[in-house]
């Protein structure tokens, strides 16, 4: 792929490492686990922090409220 009037090219590359709902990485003493969710679209993940009980969610949750 390249943009017109930019010295620049593209590569798309295959994933290395996929998952079908849940993949474990130990990093540094610390469990993470991806999660997947399917939410407005179905390749949305999430990353849980069992060890600290902290959920990373983005944009999983939707608000009532309109986008500013």
Request: hydrophobic share 45%; aromatic share 8%.
């Amino acid at each position: 792929m390249q943009f017109p009037g930019a010295n620049v090219k593209l590569e798309m590359k295959d994933p290395d490492l996929v998952f079908s709902e849940r993949l474990s990485l130990p990093v540094k003493r610390r469990r993470i686990e991806l999660l997947w969710v399917p939410a407005e679209t179905d390749d949305c993940i999430a990353a849980w922090l069992p060890d600290d009980g902290v959920l990373y969610s983005g944009a999983l949750f939707q608000v009532l409220t309109s986008p500013t």
